[in-house]
């Protein structure tokens, strides 16, 4: 079963992805943040994304997300431009600045759209497109309307994320739907949502045997090793996924202080590596690292850990 990492959005840049891979490890494939078009265009930050040459030294697949043909187009060109012959569409995001313009999730009550996108991925049988998609936007039943279409689409995998776009992240997980998907899509399925430890995972590669595989997003940012954890089958002690975070954190910082001019920039980028680790670091060490105002405050509150 594969392990995927998931896209977050101001989270797993190109640097975040790159350290990931160098000393956490374990993971099959990443994404890149959803790149959209604005204005026209495709903001310069999101091609630094994606030419970034460390990329080179780990399976990624760009996302773009889009609910038009023209824009469907152009995103995909524009990563093809750089030489990926994957791309992954998104339709789960359920921010509502995108969904209003009924992309990410915004696209699930729509199957005209959904297939007018679809038609266009056969316009280029060299490339492999994948979906990352949720059970709906309002509803959790509004995915059956698309089953046919996503059994006949060409896609690589579909990747499941078994809330509705309303919930954002929060509340249950829907298995059952999720289980229904099972049984209606003939595709190979990518389990995502809430998991969080090698014992989570071994859960649904049990409930699912045939699954191809899972995708983990905060519970990856909160311990980077859990996919090599449950590779090897040994879970590591504290100290050791303690070691692991320090070595990542050497580099985003040495990354962040080179990009950015002044302290207070810097703080402001480097604080998002622990923002999902305040259980794995215990409250009070994550709120010294979180609230230290300045970079000497900060330095000690790194080296109290
Ligand atoms: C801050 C944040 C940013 C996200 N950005 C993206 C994104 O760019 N593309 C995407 O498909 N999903 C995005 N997601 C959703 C995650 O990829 C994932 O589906 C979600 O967090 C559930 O998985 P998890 O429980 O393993 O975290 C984002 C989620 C969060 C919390």
Not at 69 to 96: H, K, S, W
Not at 156 to 176: D, T
Not at 253 to 280: G, M, N, S
Request: hydrophobic share 35%.
């Amino acid at each position: 079963m594969q392990i995927h990492f998931a896209p977050l959005q101001g989270y797993t840049g190109h640097e975040y992805r790159h350290a990931h891979a160098v000393h956490g490890g374990g993971v099959d494939t990443y994404y890149t943040p959803f790149i959209r078009r604005e204005k026209g265009t495709v903001r310069q930050k999101d091609i630094r994304d994606i030419t970034d040459p460390d990329n080179k030294e780990l399976h990624l697949i760009p996302q773009i997300m889009c609910s038009c043909v023209d824009d469907f187009n152009y995103l995909a060109d524009t990563v093809q431009d750089q030489g990926y012959r994957e791309i992954d569409l998104n339709m789960g995001c359920p921010a509502p600045m995108q969904t209003k313009h009924r992309c990410g999730s915004g696209l699930l009550p729509h199957p005209d759209l959904v297939e007018a996108l679809f038609r266009q991925m056969r316009v280029r049988p060299e490339v492999r497109f994948s979906v990352k998609m949720r059970l709906g936007l309002e509803r959790d039943c509004e995915w059956r309307a698309l089953t046919d279409l996503i059994n006949e689409a060409p896609l690589q995998h579909l990747c499941i994320h078994p809330r509705i776009g309303q919930q954002m992240y929060k509340g249950e997980v829907n298995r059952a739907m999720f289980h229904e998907m099972t049984k209606a899509l003939r595709i190979p399925i990518i389990y995502n949502g809430d998991l969080v430890s090698p014992a989570d995972i071994a859960g649904i590669e049990k409930a699912y045997p045939a699954l191809h595989g899972v995708m983990i997003g905060r519970g990856l940012l909160a311990r980077p090793t859990l996919a090599l954890e449950y590779r090897t089958g040994h879970e590591m002690p504290v100290h050791e996924r303690r070691a692991v975070l320090m070595q990542m954190h050497e580099d985003l910082l040495a990354f962040c202080t080179l990009k950015y001019k002044t302290d207070p920039q810097v703080l402001l980028h480097i604080r998002a590596f622990w923002e999902f680790q305040e259980q794995e670091l215990g409250r009070k060490a994550w709120k010294k690292i979180m609230k230290a105002g300045n970079m000497k405050n900060y330095m000690q509150a790194i080296r109290e850990l």
